[in-house]
């Protein structure tokens, strides 16, 4: 039988990133997808100037209140961009109604990159998330963000050992849960994520490729929620090896695009390493 994920984000519909990365890759990796858009934009704002935004915070609750009203049930909820505390409240609110014991809550914190807060957010808003992640199962920060929802100083990499293994206890005694870690370098050629599961501390890493790619963070947690709800028959996949599959994929479809010559405020050529994704699963 067909897992089925509810992916909340928003959609912008030119530029690879959001649901129109979500929505793709878990559906190509078998698991149901179902959606609830929380914006829809013309274009992502990475790149792109003079992009269109209507906001459908009003339309959440409507839409929970139905499916409800249908019984709807989901082995996962997966969230990312969310653009303001009232959107977090409305999350908060369709896991207490929608989770289950068996349910899988994966929470990417969306909101700074490269050491910055997105301007589009008050210095609070930090605090707002971490309360969020309070109620997942996994979280997916990037450095930036973990900083931020532990109110420690942004650091440039490299790191050490010691300080991401810190910063990953601290991350995982906010929920009690899973931790995957992203943009972890301990040296100049090679970038990935580290991950904390039940005590146990690992790494996913790979061959750092030069440049800025947009979308890619969708990517990885797209194809990581998608591993993890498609496990193995007897036992789930787990956090580890999903992360591992999830890094192989992202780093596959940033080395096609820089292959391809594709123009990087596009996004990353992710449909042509679908395959290879499958057939790995």
């Known amino acids: 039988m067909l897992k089925r994920v509810l992916a909340v984000h928003d959609i912008s519909c030119v530029g690879k990133c959001s649901l129109t990365v979500a929505l793709p890759i878990l559906s190509a990796m078998g698991v149901e997808t179902s959606v ?7 274009t992502h704002t990475g790149g792109f100037t003079g992009f269109t935004y209507r906001d459908l915070t009003d339309d959440i609750r409507p839409i929970a209140d139905h499916w409800a009203s249908l ?38 914190p969306v909101m700074a990159d490269n050491g910055e807060l997105y301007g589009i957010f008050p210095d609070t808003f930090p605090a707002g998330m971490r309360a969020l992640c309070e109620k997942a199962d996994v979280i997916l920060p990037n450095l930036t963000e973990a ?14 050992q010691a300080y991401i293994e810190d910063m990953l206890k601290q991350l995982a005694a906010i929920h009690g849960g899973g931790v995957v870690l992203t943009g972890v370098a301990f040296n100049e050629t090679e970038l990935g994520a580290a991950v904390y599961d039940r005590g146990a501390v690992s790494y996913a890493m790979a061959a750092r490729i030069p440049g800025y790619y947009h979308g890619t963070g969708d990517v ?20 580890p090896e999903a992360a591992r599959i999830a890094v192989d994929f992202t780093v596959d479809s940033i080395r096609r695009t820089r292959d391809d010559g594709t123009e990087i405020r596009y996004g990353v050529n992710f449909e042509e390493s679908l395959k290879g994704l499958i057939n790995r699963l």
């Open 220 to 239: 990885f947690g797209s194809a990581l929620t998608g591993a993890l709800l498609r496990g193995a028959p007897q036992r789930g996949r787990t956090l």
């Open 71 to 108: 019984g709807l049930q989901f082995d996962g909820i997966y969230t990312g961009f969310l653009g303001s505390f009232e959107q977090l409240d409305l999350v908060a609110e369709l896991f207490a109604r929608f989770k289950r014991g068996d349910t899988v809550v994966v929470v990417d």
């Open 147 to 160: 900083s931020l929802m532990l109110d420690m100083p942004y650091q440039e990499p490299p790191y050490t």
């Open 36 to 42: 609830l858009p929380t914006a829809v934009l013309s």
